[in-house]
């Protein structure tokens, strides 16, 4: 089946301990990219990803890290998470071949930092 | 730079027809999506408009109107499934790589 998967689905933790969830997508999409959603503010990208080594700041980078060794991963990493860190993330990913940017979201990841 | 414009909530009846509005000022865009999103679950994609004109989906059609900077979904025959938040986005120009979500429309259906 087709589709975008992320780990943890929730996570509770503590400010300053470092972690990392995961994404991977199996439709050999180039692009793909992280949203957090937060009440009354919608869906703002963090980082986003052209091809493999390729990743670039979207809205809201600050105190977030990604990499893209592998096309199908595509992982958000929070060095010294903090209470403001807390949302719903989302992972993307988008084929490059239809002309527009349909993107395909993971089930997303419920993320608390106390 | 961009701003998108949409209802916070609307109620509609089932089997109804409702209209969600999608209003944007940007310095320009490549096209135009809608998104549902159930309570809970991952934003799907409904549509993208790339031209002026309405673009017809089964019980859901989507039209963009660039020289007024406004969209609109619309939703027949309502069903209770469709009670969801809806997306508005733009692609800016030149930009293929970003999406630019309004804040989406909550839409409650009643029986």
């Known amino acids: 089946e087709a589709q975008v998967t992320q780990n943890p689905r929730y996570l509770i933790t503590v400010t300053g301990k470092k972690l990392t969830v995961t994404c991977s997508q199996n439709m050999n999409h180039e692009y793909m990219s992280w949203y957090r959603q937060d009440p009354g503010l919608g869906l703002r990208q963090i980082y986003y990803s052209m091809n493999v080594e390729v990743t670039d700041k979207g809205d809201v980078p600050e105190g977030y890290k990604v990499s893209r060794k592998e096309k199908r991963n595509f992982p958000l990493i929070l060095e010294s998470p903090s209470p403001n860190q807390t949302s719903l993330y989302f992972c993307a990913s988008s084929p490059r071949d239809r002309g527009y940017n349909e993107q395909f979201f993971g089930p997303g990841t419920r993320l608390t930092v106390l | ?111």
């Not at chain 2, 490549?30 to 019980?59: C, M």
Request: proline share 4%; charged share 20%.
């Open chain 2, 1 to 111: 730079g961009q701003n998108i414009d949409q209802p916070t909530e609307m109620t509609a009846t089932e089997g109804a027809i409702v209209q969600i509005n999608c209003t944007y000022q940007t310095s320009g865009f490549n096209g135009l999506f809608w998104y549902q999103q159930h309570a809970g679950e991952a934003p799907t994609f409904l549509s993208y408009n790339v031209l002026d004109g309405l673009e017809e989906k089964g019980r859901f059609s989507s039209f963009l109107s660039r020289s007024k900077g406004y969209s609109y979904l619309l939703l027949k025959e309502l069903q209770m499934k469709d009670s969801a938040s809806y997306l508005c986005a733009v692609n800016p120009m030149n930009r293929d790589d970003k999406i630019i979500f309004g804040k989406g429309t909550r839409l409650h259906i009643l029986p």
